[in-house]
């Protein structure tokens, strides 16, 4: 079965800074990967997905995320956090040839400090 | 277009009482699926729908839990006799297929007093 690992439960940047957060998966073949932003009351958007290809990922607002196999990692980064970006990220995991289900890590909340 | 939409955005219920969820998906996705998240367990799958059936219901956490999908589009999560347990935010998602990726509502958040 697959899993996904959020190491960091709480990361706390300034203003300006890079960020990275950090995502390891579990599974035995290629997987899709995703990440998502859960903002405080909101529902979840997709930030970028993985499926194959292009190991280097562009999603929406600045983000990027990097596929290392070798890793088993697919971490999310940014060149210069917003105050904006403070919330709650998600690493997820799925489908599969036997799963429908997406299999979400534990999130990372984000602060920004001006 | 219009996104997923859920209804109602908040429900407080007393334990023992049972409740309905409503989860309107994209126009055109076949498949829905509905999610918990709580603060001890995280976020979990419930259930899978493609078109009205659905072939993986295996999240579901006991028999109290159902849902069902009418018309291709609506779906609905019932809880009977709710417990304290059972509040969290349930959280539907659609796409356009099984491998396509799944948008999210806002959620509909349960308090059982």
């Known amino acids: 079965a697959q899993s996904v690992t959020q190491p960091d439960i709480h990361i706390t940047v300034s203003e300006g800074a890079s960020l990275e957060l950090r995502c390891n998966y579990s599974?035995?073949?290629?997987?899709?990967l995703f990440w998502y932003v859960q903002s405080p009351g909101q529902g979840l958007q997709l930030l970028l997905k993985y499926f194959s290809g292009d190991t280097l990922v562009q999603g929406i607002k600045g983000f990027e995320a990097e596929f290392k196999r070798s890793q088993s990692s697919f971490n999310l980064r940014k060149p210069s956090v917003h105050w904006s970006d403070a919330a709650e990220y998600f690493c997820a995991v799925g489908p599969t040839g036997t799963a429908s289900k997406l299999t979400f890590g534990t999130g990372t909340r984000l602060q920004v400090t001006l | 277009g219009a996104g997923v939409s859920q209804s109602p955005s908040n429900k407080v219920t007393e334990k023992g009482k049972d409740v309905e969820l409503r989860c309107d998906p994209i126009?055109?996705?076949?498949?829905l699926y509905w999610y918990r998240q709580s603060l001890g367990q995280g976020l979990e799958f419930l259930i899978y729908f493609q078109g009205n059936s659905a072939p993986d219901k295996s999240g579901l956490p006991s028999d109290r839990f159902s849902a069902e999908r009418t018309g291709g589009s609506v779906s609905t999560l019932t809880i009977q006799r709710t417990q304290q347990e059972d509040s969290a935010v349930y959280l539907c998602a659609s796409s356009g297929g099984y491998w396509d990726e799944q948008f999210f509502g806002p959620g509909t958040r349960l308090t059982v007093l």
């Open positions: 599974y035995g073949a290629t997987p899709y």
């Open positions: 126009s055109g996705h076949t498949a």
